[in-house]
């Protein structure tokens, strides 16, 4: 399904995952193990979790990107692989600082933040973020063991570059 055609987050049963993932996520979809969660989550279409708002951010940026999951995934790849020297700093780094997922991250608590059926285009802004910006970022960012701080990190970076 294209992401402008999702709009509810539903979960589905999978058997392949491994045990240090409770929960993934492909193309609008949550995958996983518990019967519960997944009850739980297809209770209704509402986004009532951060779970929920997290994933549908990613959906409105993947409509941003040509209304696409191989765009989305294609770029998630390509700024994975950039953002690989980072794994020095914590195995987690390259991910959280992809650009994708900073605006979500930063934005996944507010759950009006990806209601609307609207491409997002806040991720854009975040790749401005030079390798270096990210590396003290990171540093930060693991040091305090708290992704609460994320958002001041990233706009501390971003303050001084022309938006
Ligand atoms: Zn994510």
Not at 96 to 120: D, F, R, S, T
Not at 122 to 147: H, M, V
């Amino acid at each position: 399904m294209k992401p402008s055609g999702i709009n509810s987050i539903k979960a589905k049963k999978t058997i392949f995952l491994l045990p240090s993932f409770s929960a993934i996520m492909w193309c609008g979809k949550i995958y996983c193990r518990s019967i519960n969660r997944i009850e739980k989550i297809n209770s209704t279409d509402e986004i009532d979790s951060t779970l929920k708002s997290h994933e549908m951010i990613h959906v409105r940026q993947a409509q941003a990107m040509n209304d696409s999951w191989l765009r989305f995934y294609w770029n998630y790849i390509i700024s994975y692989i950039k953002n690989l020297p980072l794994i020095t700093i914590n195995s987690k780094a390259p991910y959280l600082l992809l650009p994708v997922e900073i605006e979500a991250y930063i934005n996944e608590n507010n759950l009006k933040y990806a209601e609307k059926n609207q491409p997002l285009y806040g991720w854009k802004k975040y790749k401005q973020l030079t390798l270096k910006d990210k590396r003290e970022i990171a540093s930060e960012l693991f040091k305090a063991n708290t992704r609460k701080k994320l958002s001041s990190l990233v706009n501390k970076h971003l303050k001084d570059k022309k938006l």
